[in-house]
């Protein structure tokens, strides 16, 4: 049986064991969200030692030469010593630099990094609060250089948004890896509809994308659909529809859970040329994409980012 090693601790797991469970159920702490090799929170590294990794693709060659590993896509084959990522030496120095709420639930982090953050509208950024982390998709632009923006969903606890609910501004954040996402803009899709269905905090990259796609003076329709439990849940209504009034190509609808399957049973392209992207709940996700291959969009004409709340639920 292989035997792991993480620091001054050293224990053995059954061959084939999956190596975020085999760490977690030890008492070394991984932190996870997604578990499918997306939102990069249990990066580690194989000091000595390798692991079978069923997603050698979702690092770059960079990364996999210096031994980091998704441990949530990998399998402990053999004897193999880890280092896990530490916020303090790998991370990147950042602090808080505004903390209020744009709804009864949705809190609005934004944070200034100690160095310059290359990424694009739709990146995700993995957050440390202390020993806490968490992956959260950017809701503001590059040329926000003030600050970088999050929209996080408190509607239930949970041990990130507990930590950042503490916060104050001038206090100490870390951050982790950037990742590419599913959701950008594409200059190219310049003439064509352009189609964001969002459900709750799911409009937080949208929103990014939004305008990002008015920066680059889109000429196509551009269709904005957020799904919100209630009405009180359109946290960004009055931006939207400031934005929709200053740019007639612009249509924003804000549906509530109730309102939504009868109008998304409605949609029909203008064109089968519409790019769509979609952002939120797994089940609001299933839903927007099942209703547009039904309407005839192209399956490589959707975008989509699920957001895995861990128990929270809802939109």
């Not at 982790?176 to 709750?200: C, Q």
């Amino acid at each position: 049986m292989p035997e792991l090693k993480v620091a001054d601790r050293q224990w053995t797991v059954a061959a084939g064991d999956n190596l975020l469970d085999a760490l977690n159920q030890s008492g070394v702490p991984v932190p996870y969200s997604c578990r499918a090799g997306s939102c990069h929170a249990c990066l580690v590294q194989c000091v000595s030692g390798d692991v079978r990794d069923n997603r050698p693709d979702a690092l770059t060659p960079a990364q996999r030469d210096q031994g980091w590993r998704l441990a949530c896509q990998c399998q402990v084959i053999e004897d193999v010593q880890i280092h896990t990522f530490d916020p303090q030496r790998d991370g990147q120095a950042a602090e808080v630099a505004a903390l209020d709420w744009l709804g009864a639930d949705v809190l609005r982090l934004r944070i200034t990094p100690q160095r310059p953050l290359r990424y694009r509208a739709g990146q995700h950024l993995l957050l440390w609060a202390g020993d806490v982390a968490r992956p959260y998709s950017l809701a503001s632009l590059p040329e926000d250089d003030r600050f970088l923006e999050f929209h996080l969903d408190c509607r239930a606890p949970g041990q990130f948004v507990d930590a950042v609910r503490q916060l104050k501004a001038g206090d100490p954040i870390r951050l982790g890896e950037l990742r590419g996402g599913a959701l950008h803009y594409d200059p190219n899709w310049h003439e064509r509809p352009l189609w964001l269905l969002a459900s709750g905090t799911g409009l937080g990259p949208l929103f990014g994308i939004l305008r990002e796609a008015l920066r680059q003076q889109h000429q196509g329709a551009i269709r904005l659909i957020h799904v919100a439990r209630d009405a009180a849940g359109h946290y960004l209504e009055k931006p939207l529809q400031a934005l929709a009034a200053k740019h007639p190509n612009l249509n924003v609808e804000l549906l509530t859970a109730a309102e939504a399957p009868d109008a998304l049973a409605q949609l029909r392209l203008a064109s089968r040329q519409t790019q769509a992207l979609v952002c939120g709940h797994p089940d609001w996700v299933e839903a927007f994409a099942k209703r547009l291959y039904l309407a005839g969009l192209p399956r490589n004409q959707l975008l989509a980012d699920v957001f895995l709340t861990r128990g929270n639920g809802g939109v």
